[in-house]
């Protein structure tokens, strides 16, 4: 079983940085662990994911040269960097854990946080 817990959200101005947080807990090593994002009206769309195993990072288009993902393995943490926030950047951010071999995927996601709101003001 895995259990995440991400905290990190909140308001701010266009340009401006946050960094959310997904504290997770279970065996982890053979997951990715994505960053989705989904805004009202919207389905789940991809940011980011990393494999816990490997460190393999991928992006979505959207956000690259902007956003980073790493993990801890101390604290088995993943962290979303986000830099030059845009107001469509503005969604409940989710952490999630899944299958190593589709980390882009939502479908192949098994386990999910609660979502933390970020909000971008213009």
């Known amino acids: 079983q895995v259990q995440l817990v991400e905290s990190g959200g909140g308001l701010v101005q266009a340009g401006d940085s946050l960094r959310l947080s997904c504290a997770a807990s279970g065996r982890l090593t053979s997951y990715s662990m994505g960053w989705f994002r989904q805004a009202p009206g919207e389905g789940r769309m991809f940011v980011s994911a990393i494999t816990w195993s490997s460190g393999r990072a991928y992006y979505a288009n959207s956000v690259k040269g902007r956003f980073t993902i790493a993990r801890d393995n101390t604290t088995t943490t993943v962290y979303l960097q986000m830099n030059s926030l845009k107001p469509e950047d503005a969604a409940v951010y989710y952490c999630?854990?899944?299958?190593?071999?589709?980390?882009?995927?939502?479908?192949?996601?098994?386990?999910w946080g609660q979502g933390t709101q970020v909000t971008v003001s213009s």
């Open positions: 999630g854990a899944g299958n190593i071999y589709s980390p882009t995927d939502v479908r192949g996601y098994y386990y």
